[in-house]
């Protein structure tokens, strides 16, 4: 049996003398409890000197906390506080347990500068338990002559208490009186004792590194003292520990004590510390199995722990030879040895030996924070020309009615005046401080990254719509996969081609399925999930739920079904995190460390960004309002077409922006329309209504796109530009875009964080699926106007041929005007080929802004500004067959009619809204449907009325 194991029988309990950040996150010390009983972890500050400073595990962490400008005190607490409570939870099943036998704690000490400070120890234990906020954590105390009042104080406050650093028999003597007095404390105040726990720490090894030599150097003078000498070499620490255990039984029995047991007081138990041998003639098992007995707790270096399972042997031993040890102590005056001398200067130099190298800890973390607050953010160049001084006056105007301050305070008339309106967008504001704390989940979800790894997974598939998907989509394309990471796809559309796809491009038994929701209720992930769920079922039975994983918000229905599904884990967001700024929280950062990506530097840039927007005191300039008010004013001047430019590596970051932007501002007739995917051209090819945006990277000369952008700017356009220094700035990219959007929703007068026009899409094709439930099939649709080569045109204009039917349609178009295409189609390089001519040739002969998005994706993202922002849209849908439909397990519906029903839905709410419409279905070959499009559309010259 595992020696480790094998101690249990003798109620010694195994802790671990050490913490550290990595063997949290991979799996060791979860390990450890699991398969080598251990049973508690004790840490002290030369520990996390080593872990801290001595790594840099904790960097990220260190530079995000510097810029929300906290001290180097409250940066180590903070780190020593998230580590402990991360332990704490890793201990928690065994703490809960029956059999916990009082253990199952991690400890916490408080600063050795407070070693001879009675208040201050006070003060701070009750912060640090306050702090790290779980049962299962002990408050390390020194037990020096200040300590022990402190430690009866904190016992009295009900706080677990663990005693360090005591060398001698007389100081552990008042150490228990301490414990003791405490429990008597609380009962005297009415207040219960049976769940304060306590141990006393008992230093061993450090007390023959100091008596050895002094024996050595008497043995080596000869003679009959020289003779005792000799053979006490070695003996004083164990001597002292028997000892010491004789007193704790001493204390623990009689009158006294027994009326605390009665009201359910638990012993203080010693705990055997400095066990790690320091004298290479001794066994390095030697504070190990000498000190094996029933209700003790030895606390042990990762070295010694492993050879101890190695070779271990346990026995009970810490009553052997008590006679002898009495012996040992009782002879060393002889020899002019004083051990409580000795032991008085080793409490002095133990204090020394953790404040050396707490400082120089302190020291470290002081160096990073300093530089942390040196680097800067991206900045904007905003080239606006004629609409400069619009802006500057609007940006003075903000300035003089403090809207940094106010926005940071989520004063929410700062955006409507309706008092539902602003408590709406109170609610939804939490996204403003998301960051900071997802800098303390890093640890836990890093854990979970190397947990699935650990379970053999292969793959992973995150499964959602709109904002719940579109930061990893976003991830995924711009960073290449990370070395520790596993290969991603996303699933966000009801396509049956695009879900086939992906489940034959997975393998199926190893891949780890995300279903992200917020709300929990969206049909299409809870689809996406019981068709996968279904798939895995088939092939792992009962033990489906191992691939699942659930990102939801608290109390959704989904945490129901994922608990009763038996998901792997459910992470729970936050109800007042909206979907389209939740790229920052679970939602975006679970599938990005999944995918590699070092999720603790990407905050930090957000948080550099938050700083810069005034989030931690104020700023002279705020690059998130200055890009929001530019935006704001150009839309109100029409300018309300933001062309997003991006080199190929950043070309998804257009759809989480099109999400972000046109749902926030595209309501009450307002908004400002995202133009994504459309290359840069010459000037003459725009109308009058756009501003460029160009984002990419410092050191990437992306000389083409400069000059377009360089030309544009020339003509007039506005062009701003923000180069980022890596990829890693999509963090602070995301908070900067994310202020920007709230601050122009600000200047357009509307609530940025509702999305009340997406809902009619959702009505419309509930009541189709209704209607496919009851009578097998959605409702035929309108005729026709036209069929031809197998591809039908369905409109409100006439025509009589297919050239006719798309020339009358474009008719329509006036000057402001934009091309929506829909494209309710599996997504395929051909296809993106033949969409991208439909939008050169509809901006080359019209000087429309185009969009184009796949359905139902763009359902969830711009369909709001489709239906809620200004009437200037034109929108072509393109439909499909699917002759190779997928079935919904349980449902009497297929992937292929929902989709339908989608398309149909939303078609319908673009009618409610008086929307100029052209459906075009493509047959059963999109591909060849869609060419049959472009070559009517060749033979047919568009014109349109001019404003
Ligand atoms: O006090 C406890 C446990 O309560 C320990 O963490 C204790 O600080 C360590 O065992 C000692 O500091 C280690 O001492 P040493 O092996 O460096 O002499
Ligand atoms: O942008 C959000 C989408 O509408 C999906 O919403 P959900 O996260 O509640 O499923």
Excluded at 504 to 515: G, H, K
Excluded at 801 to 828: C, H, M, P, R, W
Excluded at 843 to 870: D, V
Excluded at 898 to 921: E, S
Aim: aromatic share 8%.
């Amino acid at each position: 049996m595992n020696p480790l194991v094998d101690i249990r029988q003798f109620d010694q309990s195994i802790w671990l003398d050490f913490i550290r950040r990595k063997i949290l996150i991979n799996g060791e010390l979860q390990r450890r409890i699991t398969d080598e009983a251990l049973r508690g972890v004790t840490s002290n500050p030369a520990i996390f000197e080593k872990a801290i400073g001595g790594s840099d595990d904790y960097d990220a962490a260190i530079r995000s906390l510097a810029l929300q400008g906290k001290t180097t005190d409250e940066i180590y607490t903070a780190l020593a506080v998230a580590d402990v409570q991360h332990a704490c939870d890793l201990f928690r099943p065994l703490y809960d347990s029956h059999d916990n036998a009082s253990d199952g704690y991690v400890s916490l000490e408080v600063s050795p500068e407070l070693v001879n400070d009675t208040e201050g120890t006070i003060e701070e234990g009750i912060r640090f338990w306050k702090a790290v906020n779980r049962p299962n954590v002990m408050i390390k105390v020194p037990a020096t002559l200040e300590g022990l009042p402190a430690i009866r104080r904190l016992i009295a406050e009900g706080i677990n208490v663990n005693v360090t650093l005591i060398f001698g028999l007389e100081r552990y003597r008042l150490v228990a009186e301490a414990f003791i007095s405490g429990l008597e404390d609380r009962v005297k105040a009415g207040l219960p004792i049976e769940n304060i726990d306590s141990v006393a720490s008992f230093f061993l090894s450090r007390i023959d590194v100091l008596i050895d030599p002094l024996l050595e150097k008497i043995a080596a003078e000869g003679g009959e003292k020289g003779e005792l000498a000799q053979s006490l070499v070695g003996e004083v620490a164990l001597a002292s520990a028997k000892q010491a255990y004789q007193i704790y039984q001493e204390i623990f029995a009689g009158p006294r004590w027994e009326a605390l047991a009665a009201k359910g007081a638990d012993t203080q138990r010693l705990l055997w510390a400095s066990t790690g041998n320091k004298n290479p003639k001794y066994d390095d098992l030697k504070y190990v199995e000498n000190l094996i007995g029933p209700k003790t707790v030895n606390t042990v270096p990762v070295e010694t722990l492993d050879i101890f399972r190695e070779r271990g042997k346990s026995a009970n031993r810490l009553e052997e030879g008590l006679d002898q040890a009495a012996e040992v102590l009782r002879r060393l005056p002889e020899l002019g040895i004083n051990l409580e001398e000795h032991t008085n200067f080793l409490e002095v130099d133990g204090a020394k030996k953790f404040k050396e190298p707490f400082a120089k800890l302190m020291d470290s973390i002081e160096k990073k924070r300093l530089t942390s607050l040196d680097s800067s953010v991206a900045e904007a160049t905003m080239q606006l020309g004629q609409y400069q001084a619009a802006v500057d006056a609007k940006i003075q105007e903000l300035n003089a009615k403090n809207f940094t301050e106010g926005f940071w305070n989520k004063q929410a008339d700062l955006w409507v005046q309706d008092a539902e309106g602003q408590q709406s967008i109170r609610s939804f504001m939490g996204w403003l401080r998301v960051a900071e704390t997802m800098v303390g989940a890093v640890p836990e979800i890093e854990q979970f990254v190397n947990d699935v790894k650990a379970a053999g997974f292969k793959h992973v598939v995150v499964m959602g719509m709109g904002g719940s998907t579109m930061a990893p989509i976003v991830f995924k394309s711009s960073f290449p996969m990370g070395s520790t990471g596993l290969p991603m796809s996303v699933l966000d559309t009801t396509d049956p081609g695009t879900v086939r796809q992906i489940e034959e491009s997975v393998p199926l038994a190893d891949t780890l399925f995300i279903v992200a929701s917020k709300s929990g209720t969206t049909a299409e992930p809870l689809a996406f999930g019981d068709y996968f769920y279904d798939r895995v079922k088939q092939i792992k039975g009962d033990k489906a739920g191992e691939n699942f994983v659930a990102i939801t918000d608290p109390g959704s229905k989904f945490v129901t079904s994922a608990t009763e599904q038996g998901y792997r884990r459910i992470f729970l967001n936050f109800a007042e995190v909206g979907g389209r700024f939740s790229a920052l929280s679970y939602f975006g950062l679970v599938p990005a460390a999944l995918y590699g990506l070092n999720i603790g530097e990407i905050l930090e840039r957000a948080i550099r960004m938050m700083r810069a927007n005034g989030a931690y005191g104020s700023v002279e300039q705020n690059p998130g309002l200055e890009l929001g008010v530019a935006l704001g004013v150009l839309a109100q001047q029409g300018r309300d077409k933001l062309t997003l430019i991006v080199p190929d590596s950043l070309a998804d970051l257009g759809l989480w922006l099109e999400q972000l932007i046109a749902e926030s501002t595209g309501k009450e007739g307002k908004g400002i329309l995202p133009v994504a995917g459309e290359p840069a051209r010459e000037p003459e090819v725009y109308g009058q209504d756009r501003v460029f945006v160009y984002v990419g990277y410092e050191n990437d000369a992306d000389a083409d796109n400069t000059a377009k952008l360089a030309a544009l700017q020339a003509a007039g356009h506005p062009v701003i530009s923000v180069r980022m220094h890596d990829a890693l700035d999509l963090g602070a990219e995301f908070f900067r875009w994310e202020v920007a959007t709230a601050v122009a929703s600000a200047v357009l007068e509307i609530n940025p964080f509702d999305q009340p026009n997406v809902q009619a899409a959702k009505t419309a094709t509930d009541r189709l699926m209704k209607v496919v439930q009851e009578q097998g099939s959605l409702p035929a649709g309108d005729e026709a106007k036209v069929t031809e080569n197998g591809v039908s045109y369905f409109s409100a204009v006439s025509g009589g041929s297919a050239a006719e039917v798309l020339q009358n349609f474009f008719g329509q178009a006036k000057d402001g005007d934009f091309l929506n295409i829909q494209a309710y189609l599996t997504e395929s390089d051909e296809l993106n080929k033949g969409l991208a001519e439909l939008r050169t040739q509809v901006q080359e002969q019209l000087h429309l802004a185009t969009t184009s998005g796949y359905g139902p994706r763009f359902l969830h993202s711009t369909g709001q500004y489709h239906k809620g922002g200004p009437d200037k849209g034109l929108f072509v849908q393109f439909t499909v067959d699917h002759p190779q439909d997928l079935a919904l397990p349980g449902r009497s519906y297929s992937f292929g009619t929902f989709k339908n029903a989608q398309a149909a839905g939303d078609l319908q709410a673009l009618h409610d809204y008086n929307r100029r419409t052209l459906r075009i279905h493509l047959g059963d070959n999109a591909e060849q449907g869609l060419r049959t499009v472009l070559s009517a559309l060749q033979s047919a010259p568009l014109t349109a009325k001019r404003a």
